[in-house]
């Protein structure tokens, strides 16, 4: 009779695969927040410190319910699936067209990127984290998932808002009001990237 660390081994493909990528996002994330979103900034160091555990939480939870087979039987494992590569995919396309951006609730605005992943929402990040964490909700059952994913996009909402506050009060303003019209928060706006490609 195998034991219980081998029956984890011999699981369905699928399940294997969600908490492979989970494991991929996982480490994703800690060389991000070391690596590229390093700050000196009172106000981003002190939500760090809510917003880290949290995130630690969430991710733990995750892996708890891979553990526990503690499946959703709500959404096929699919659905969570494409949106874990979505997010890593954006991720990694955000990091690549810019390296510099600042931690969350920066007061120092970076020039406008327009550019890339950018081009599609105006968050790239933020989206790609909502997928990851909308993604392990739906992939399995905890209140705990639900109940930080709730936070964490309240916490995107409030930074981006801060963020963008700061840039439409700096010399880009105009520019930005631009883009903002052009550029969802975190979901493309279709319509308008429709009508920016037919105009070409």
Same mark, same amino acid.
């Given at each position: 009779? %195998?034991? #219980?660390?081998?029956?984890?081994?011999?699981? %369905?493909?699928?399940?294997?695969?969600?908490?492979?990528?989970?494991?991929?996002?996982?480490?994703?994330?800690?060389?991000?927040?070391? #690596?590229?979103?390093?700050?000196?900034?009172?106000? =981003?160091?002190?939500?760090?410190?809510?917003?880290?555990?949290?995130?630690?939480?969430?991710?733990?939870?995750?892996?708890?319910?891979?553990?526990?087979?503690?499946?959703?039987?709500?959404?096929?494992?699919?659905? %969570?699936?494409?949106?874990?590569?979505?997010?890593?995919?954006?991720? /990694?396309?955000?990091?690549?067209?810019?390296?510099?951006?600042?931690? *969350?609730?920066?007061?120092? %605005?970076?020039?406008?990127?327009?550019?890339?992943?950018?081009?599609?929402?105006?968050?790239?990040?933020?989206?790609? $984290?909502?997928?990851?964490?909308? *993604?392990?909700?739906?992939?399995? =059952?905890?209140? /705990?998932?639900?109940?930080?994913?709730?936070?964490? /996009?309240?916490?995107?909402? $409030?930074?981006?808002?801060?963020?963008?506050? *700061?840039?439409?009060?700096?010399?880009?303003?105009?520019?930005?009001?631009?883009?903002?019209?052009?550029?969802?928060?975190?979901?493309?706006?279709? =319509? =308008?990237?429709?009508?920016?490609?037919?105009?070409?």
């Amino acid at each position: 009779m %195998p034991t #219980r660390l081998e029956r984890i081994f011999i699981r %369905p493909e699928a399940e294997l695969a969600l908490v492979t990528l989970l494991a991929v996002i996982t480490l994703l994330l800690i060389w991000a927040r070391f #690596r590229v979103f390093q700050t000196k900034n009172p106000a =981003s160091i002190k939500a760090s410190l809510i917003y880290d555990p949290v995130v630690a939480i969430h991710l733990l939870m995750a892996f708890y319910c891979f553990y526990a087979s503690d499946y959703s039987k709500v959404f096929p494992i699919l659905v %969570p699936l494409i949106l874990y590569l979505c997010a890593i995919s954006l991720f /990694i396309w955000s990091i690549k067209t810019t390296t510099r951006l600042k931690f *969350a609730l920066s007061t120092t %605005p970076e020039k406008i990127i327009t550019h890339g992943a950018f081009r599609f929402t105006r968050h790239p990040f933020y989206t790609s $984290y909502i997928l990851t964490w909308t *993604a392990s909700c739906l992939a399995y =059952s905890s209140t /705990i998932l639900w109940t930080t994913l709730i936070y964490l /996009i309240g916490f995107y909402v $409030y930074s981006a808002k801060q963020e963008e506050g *700061a840039i439409l009060k700096g010399p880009e303003k105009q520019s930005y009001k631009l883009y903002q019209q052009q550029v969802g928060m975190f979901l493309p706006r279709i =319509s =308008s990237w429709l009508k920016s490609h037919s105009a070409d």
